[in-house]
C-alpha cells in the first residue's frame, strides 16, 4: 500500500509511521508543513528507510496537495495533521479553523478528485482516514456529581465540543462524514482519548511535567487536578489507527481508548513516584506541584467505550497506565537531546536548513 500520512512530523503521525515502516511493508509520505509541533527528529529512525519520504506542505495547499497525490497514488489517506493544544486555541483560535477545517476540506477535495480518477478495484479500495478526537462529545458526568453508574463516549453519543479546539475537530469529522455520503468518497473516522508515549511536546501534561520536575521548577495543575481524562499509550493507538485504516468499513466510526481513567492530580503523583524512584533527590518530586486557576471551559470527565475496535477489529491496548507511563518517564530521561533541542528551539533551525537547502 502507499499511504499518505498528514501531520506525520507530530506525536501520533510520527508513532504511526514508526509503526508502518517498522512492521509492515507499506510505504509512507509524510506531509507535514512544520508548524512549532512538527519535529523531524522524532522520524530519526526511518528517516533513511527507502519506503519513507517527506513533503513540507501545508494541508490548505490544494494545488501541492493534488500533485502529491497524482505523484505518489495513495491507496490511502491518514489525515492527523492539526492544530492540538486546546490552551493555543483559547488565545488564538484562528490557526485552528484554518487548519483543523479549512485544511481537512482542502484534503477532502483533493482526495476526492484523485479518487474520482482511478478505476476498479483501486477506486473501491482507496480509504480516507480522519483521525479526531473524544474532545468532540464535550463531557460526562464526573463521580463526584452522580451516585449513578458513569457513562462513557460511544460512537453514538451526540457532539457537544467546548473549547475551540474541539470544535474545530467537531467541525471537520462533519465534513469527513458529508463527503461519504454525499460524495461516496470511501471514509472512516476514529475518535480517540488523550494519548501519552515518547515524543510527545513538552507543552502537553505529561511530559511538561516530567521537564519541569527534572529541571526543579512548579508543577502546574488546574483548579483541584481532579479533571478525568482516558489515558492511552500512543504505541497503542498506531496500531489501533493502522487496524483501521487496512481493516475499518467505509463510513463508520470507531472509538478508541485505553480504560484507564485518571484525574489529573493522580498522573501528576505517579510521575513524581516514578521520578523519585529513578532520580531520587533530597525532597520529594510531589512538593512541586503547585494549583493554578482552572481553565476556562475545562472539561471534568472522558471516558471512551472502546468495545466496537474490540469486537470488530480485535484491538486492544497492550500497555496498561502503569507500564505505558514507567516506560515514557524513562524515555524522557534516556532522550535528553530531543528535549533540549526543543527547549532551546534547535529543532527549529535544523528545519531552516531544510528550507535553505531547498
Ligand atoms: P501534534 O500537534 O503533535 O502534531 C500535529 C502535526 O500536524 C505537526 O507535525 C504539525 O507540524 C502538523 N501540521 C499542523 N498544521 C498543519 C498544516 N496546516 N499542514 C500540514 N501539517 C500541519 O498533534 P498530535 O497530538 O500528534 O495529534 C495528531 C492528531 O490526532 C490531531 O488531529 C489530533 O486532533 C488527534 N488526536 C490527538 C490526541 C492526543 O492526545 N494528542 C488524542 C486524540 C486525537
Known amino acids: 500500500m502507499n499511504i499518505v500520512v498528514t501531520g506525520g512530523a507530530g506525536f ?10 517498522e512492521h509492515t511493508q507499506n510505504r509512507v509520505l509524510n506531509v507535514d508543513k512544520l508548524t512549532y509541533a512538527g519535529n523531524l527528529e522524532s522520524l530519526k529512525d526511518v528517516e533513511k528507510n527507502e519506503r519513507y519520504s517527506f513533503a513540507q506542505v501545508d494541508i490548505c495547499n490544494c494545488e501541492k496537495i493534488e500533485q502529491l497525490f497524482q505523484e505518489f497514488k495513495p491507496d490511502a489517506v491518514m489525515h492527523l495533521a492539526a492544530e492540538s493544544h486546546v490552551d493555543r486555541s483559547i ?13 481537512t476540506y482542502t484534503l477532502l477535495e483533493a482526495a476526492r478528485k484523485y479518487w474520482l480518477g482511478l478505476e476498479g478495484n483501486a477506486k473501491e479500495e482507496f480509504i480516507f482516514h480522519h483521525i479526531s478526537t473524544d474532545e468532540v462529545y464535550g463531557d460526562l458526568p464526573h463521580p463526584s456529581e452522580t451516585s449513578e453508574e458513569l457513562p462513557l463516549f460511544t460512537e453514538e453519543t451526540p457532539y457537544a465540543p467546548s473549547s475551540p479546539y474541539s470544535a474545530s475537530k467537531a467541525s471537520s469529522d462533519h465534513l469527513v462524514r458529508a463527503w461519504q ?9 476514529t475518535n480517540c482519548s488523550n494519548n501519552y508515549g515518547p515524543y510527545h511536546f513538552p507543552e502537553k501534561l505529561i511530559p511538561l511535567v516530567i521537564l519541569n520536575a527534572l529541571e526543579g521548577k512548579e508543577l502546574p495543575i488546574y483548579g483541584q ?6 489515558w492511552l499509550f500512543v504505541e497503542d493507538h498506531a496500531r489501533a489507527l493502522y487496524k483501521v485504516v487496512t481493516e475499518g468499513v467505509n463510513g463508520e466510526t470507531y472509538n478508541i481508548g485505553g480504560h484507564n481513567e485518571k484525574q489529573n492530580i493522580e498522573v501528576v503523583r505517579a510521575i513524581c513516584d516514578l521520578l523519585d524512584e529513578f532520580r531520587p533527590k533530597e525532597t520529594k518530586y510531589s512538593e512541586q506541584i503547585v494549583h493554578v486557576s482552572d481553565r476556562p471551559g475545562h472539561d471534568r470527565r472522558y471516558a471512551i467505550d472502546a468495545s466496537k475496535m474490540a469486537e470488530e477489529l480485535s484491538w486492544k491496548p497492550l500497555e496498561s497506565f502503569e507500564t505505558g507511563l514507567r516506560k515514557t518517564v524513562l524515555w524522557y530521561l534516556e532522550n535528553q537531546v ?21
Request: proline share 3%; glycine share 14%; hydrophobic share 35%.
Open 12 to 21: 501520533i503521525g510520527s508513532a504511526v509511521i514508526r509503526f508502518i515502516i
Open 91 to 103: 488565545t488564538g483560535p484562528a490557526e485552528f479553523i484554518q487548519t483543523n477545517i479549512v485544511g
Open 181 to 189: 455520503r454525499t460524495y461516496g468518497l470511501p471514509t472512516v473516522i
Open 225 to 230: 487536578g481532579d479533571q478525568i481524562r482516558d
Open 338 to 358: 530531543w528535549c533540549e533541542n526543543i527547549q532551546d528551539g534547535s529543532y527549529q533551525r535544523e528545519r531552516l536548513g531544510i528550507l535553505e537547502n531547498g
